[in-house]
């Protein structure tokens, strides 16, 4: 089967594209795409991670078809940003 996983920071976004065993789980995706390498500041211990922006566990059993995202904190509550936005 065929899945995604995603990761993005302010300046650069990764989609990659990979065949993967059926059964496979969220957290072997990540190790397989490569992503981990790439972005070292990825800490899968602490950073959430998704299916087409649900919230999951790493032992998640990926379908065909399946985006993984690897979510970074929020450096600003969206309530607090949207105020700032209205106060402009």
Known sequence: MTIEVAYATPDKQALVSLPVPL???AEQAIHASGLLAQFPEIDLEQTK???FGVLCNLDHSLK???????YRPLMLDPK???LQRAKK
Do not use: K, L
């Not at 065909?64 to 690897?70: A, K, L, N, Q, Y």
């Open 23 to 25: 059964d496979t789980t």
């Open 64 to 70: 065909h078809g399946d985006r993984v995202e690897i």
């Open 80 to 82: 607090a940003a949207r």
């Open 49 to 51: 991670v998704g299916v």
